[in-house]
């Protein structure tokens, strides 16, 4: 596609729901990154995607979050059990090529309200 | 634990005033920086750099690396209203290439 596209674009979910966070990434575009960013606060690290490499799952906060990429394209957020400090936007973003040598886009988020 | 600090936190100016917006950093494997543009929910990219006292340059904004003093400058002159925003700089570093990023710098621009 022409861009990183995230569904929904807001979710509002009751605490102790699961939720799935879509994340369409730029056609051809190898590497697949999540961040949260929680109001005020920086962009924070969840899992990043590069090709068919394990996955660098090193930021997921715990283990009621978990991320899938099928086929190299598609990636789904999953948190279970929501919590209200889950609160957050979620941003995906998607890159060409491996090695840090070419700039990363961004989606326009999921804003996550836990209630 | 790689570390990337951006400076001041925020800022007020008016229009047609030029700022300047830092970003140090201590990171194993650098690989490149980049500043990102932040006005809504989606960072918009602004520039990489990858290698140090080659200036980057897009119009008003404009940016220079230092590896070996391990800071970038954001320049951004003649500012406008539209320029009010968050910037955001981040590293890409490591064998896993993720991003690492500052909490970013808050930009008013006032009339």
């Known amino acids: 596609g022409a861009g990183v596209s995230q569904s929904p674009s807001n979710k509002v979910t009751e605490k102790g729901k699961d939720v799935e966070l879509r994340c369409d990434p730029i056609?051809?575009?190898?590497?697949l990154y999540w961040y949260r960013q929680s109001l005020g606060q920086g962009l924070e690290f969840l899992i990043y995607?590069?090709?068919?490499?394990?996955?660098?799952k090193s930021g997921l906060p715990s283990d009621r979050f978990s991320a899938e990429r099928t086929g190299g394209s598609v990636s789904t957020l999953t948190i279970q059990r929501t919590q209200q400090e889950d609160s957050a936007v979620y941003l995906c973003?998607?890159?060409f090529g491996f090695g840090g040598w070419t700039e990363a886009f961004f989606g326009q988020g999921t804003r996550l309200t836990v209630v | 634990e790689d570390k990337v600090v951006q400076s001041p936190l925020s800022l007020v100016v008016h229009e047609g005033d030029t700022v300047t917006l830092n970003c140090s950093y201590e990171?194993?494997?650098?690989?490149?920086l980049l500043w990102y543009k932040q006005e809504k929910k989606a960072p918009t990219f602004l520039f990489m750099l990858?290698?140090?006292?080659i200036e980057k340059k897009s119009g008003r904004l404009s940016s220079i690396l230092d590896k070996k003093e391990l800071f970038s400058i954001l320049n951004i002159t003649a500012t406008q209203t539209g320029d009010s925003a968050v910037y955001l700089c981040?590293?890409?570093?490591?064998?896993?290439?993720?991003?690492?990023f500052g909490t970013g710098t808050r930009l008013q621009v006032t009339l």
């Open positions: 973003a998607s890159s």
């Open positions: 056609s051809g575009h190898t590497a």
């Open positions: 995607f590069q090709g068919n490499s394990a996955p660098d």
């Open positions: 990171v194993t494997n650098f690989r490149s």
């Open positions: 990858t290698s140090s006292g």
């Open positions: 981040a590293l890409n570093t490591g064998t896993a290439s993720k991003l690492t």
